[in-house]
């Protein structure tokens, strides 16, 4: 329990990622670069499949979602980060970082249950094409993506509902560049250990769920795709999946290596690093993954560009 005379905190001072001024600038230059490459790449991915009839598909359904996560989740973190590369001080009040906290939880939840989603989309259109339209009727994909989002809020709601309850007092400094759970739970003077059972439940069934969906969906996949007789058959049933499987590595990956490591002070640096990558740089490249690697987009995109000429 905090004692009578502790100070409660109504803001908190986030580190950030470095303490060197020579490195201030160059940083906020190289993260609006990625800020704005984000922001125009899953704006774009959403604006095409919106104003392309021919991509009002299933897959394209789970893309749009899966862009507008993406958009929302990098403008939680980074207009706060470029601001901060810029003061002096790095002051978020405790109102603005328990919102930045839930929308973080919320995001990265919903994400992903929607990457499981996707995964079952793939399964069924190689392993079951003749039943892919009533599997996958559009009232199915809209009770995965309402199940995803609420999923992500119950998530979300839980995980800041606990945080509110603990008390923070003198220590107001978040070994951060945003407010995320362990920097948090290291500050209260309050016992944290109800949060911690909560995250540890949470976490496991909002990372093994989603997790073993997609394992399992890939493993039908892969022993469908083994038994294809023809080599082009094959090659396109690789390629209908590889970019979901690219999106996949990366968000499991880097918020891995985010998470699944000591609370040392070394680690707590090199997690920053893979904050870095989970925050910021898989937003960016899930829209370039997706429309590098996607005829369907490109072909999109031309038609978008040549009716806005004819129209000028």
């Known amino acids: ?9 109504t803001e908190f001072i986030l580190v950030g990622l470095t303490n060197h001024p020579d490195l201030q600038i160059p940083l906020f230059f190289l993260f609006l670069l990625i800020y704005m490459v984000t ?8 604006t095409l499949i919106h104003l392309n009839s021919h991509l009002h598909t299933t897959m394209y359904f789970f893309l749009f979602n899966l862009s507008f996560i993406d958009l929302c989740y990098s403008s939680v973190f980074t207009p706060k980060m470029l601001l901060n590369f810029l003061s002096k001080k790095n002051i978020i009040s405790y109102q603005g970082c328990m919102a930045q906290f839930f929308f973080f939880c919320f995001f990265s939840i919903s994400e992903s249950y929607l ?22 009727s559009p009232k199915v994909c809209s009770s995965l993506m309402f199940g995803s989002y609420l999923m992500a809020f119950s998530g979300a709601m839980a995980h800041t509902g606990y945080m509110l309850r603990l008390t923070f007092c003198d220590a107001n400094t978040v070994n951060h560049y945003f407010c995320d759970i362990l920097p948090l739970l290291q500050l209260s003077c309050t016992s944290t250990y109800v949060n911690e059972l909560v995250v540890f439940v949470l976490c496991g069934i909002n990372i093994v769920v989603p997790s073993l969906t997609i394992f399992l969906s890939y493993g039908f996949i892969i022993y469908s795709i083994l038994h294809i007789s023809s080599t082009e058959g094959r090659s396109k049933a690789f390629r209908t999946c590889s970019s979901h499987v690219i999106a996949v590595s990366m ?12 609370s040392s002070a070394r680690s707590m640096e090199e997690g920053k690093i893979s904050s870095i990558f989970f925050t910021n740089v898989v937003p ?10 996607n005829k369907d987009v490109k072909l999109a995109l031309r038609k978008t560009l040549s009716r806005r000429n004819f129209w000028s």
């Open 1 to 9: 329990m905090a004692t009578e005379n502790a100070s409660f905190v």
């Open 39 to 46: 922001v125009l790449g899953n704006l774009g991915l959403v």
């Open 115 to 136: 990457l499981a989603a996707m995964a079952c989309d793939r399964y069924v259109a190689i392993c079951n094409p003749l039943l892919y339209n009533i599997a996958m």
């Open 251 to 262: 968000f499991y990956g880097s918020s891995s290596f985010m998470y699944l490591q000591s």
């Open 284 to 293: 960016m490249m899930n829209p370039l993954v997706y429309s590098l690697r």
